[in-house]
Each structure stands twice: as C-alpha cells, then as structure tokens.
C-alpha cells in the first residue's frame, strides 16, 4: 500500500489561487471553494499513477465542515480519504510516525505539506514540499510520483 499524507493549505490551494478568485468573484472564497480544482486534478494524477490511498494530515481535519467539503471536492474526482491522522499540534512527524505504526503493509509514502515540522526528522526524504505561493505544482506532482514508486 502506498500512502499520501496530504496537507490542504499551500496544497490543494495557493495565494495565487486565493487572489484569482478574489478577483473572479469579489469576495473571498468560501467552503468547497476554497479548494482548488487544477490542484485536485495534480493529485489525482498522482493516485492514478501511484494507486496511492490519502491520509489527510492537514489541520483541516479539526473542523468537521472542513473535511465534508474536502470529501465533497475530490468525490467530484473519484478520490476519498482513506484515513486522518491524529492532531498533535505542530508535531506532524509525530502525527505520521504514528499513523505509519498503527497501519502495517505500507510499501511507500510521501508527505504533501508546504510547511516543514521540526519533527520531520527521518521523514525528509519522503516529503514534497509546495510552496504556500503556488499549491501543488506539475513538478511536485512529478516528485512525489517518483517517491511513491521507488523500490525501498
């Protein structure tokens, strides 16, 4: 099995993103629109070529509205979150280290997150890390590909 610890801000969305739409309709974005489509389709080309499941990391999980609407979006894309990780604030290493203990089978992963934890140590070399300015990107998209389908 391969594993996806997906972050949502500065991932499936982007300041860039966040202004575009701003200007497109006049106000901030709300809800499901805060989820940016072109970013959802890079990560479906990751799960179609990796066959990769999602474990949602981000801090969206906290709020349940939040996840409704994430579930909603990728639906639209015959995605699904597998799972959420527990939330241990500001210790993502943690939250994935625990996740990767309780869950056997796991053959690869990689870390979709535009912030880097302190606490990642060991995990660097499975981590994509975007940029909040731009969300996922085509070369990130590469990247974590790559990462997924590496022999260990």
Known sequence: MKIIFLDVDGVLNS???F????HELGRPVRGKEEIDKMA???LKNIVDKTDAKIVLTSSWKII???VQDLEDVLKE??????DITSNYADKRGKEIREWL???KGVENFVILDDDF???YNGLENNLVQTSFKTGLTKENVKSAINILNRAK
């Open 101 to 103: 203990n309780n869950n």
């Open 77 to 82: 894309y015959n995605l699904n979150i597998m």
């Open 19 to 22: 202004i575009t739409r701003y």
């Open 64 to 66: 349940k509205r939040q």
């Open 15 to 17: 300041q860039n993103y």
């Open 40 to 42: 959802v389709k890079y």
């Open 117 to 119: 934890f302190k606490d």
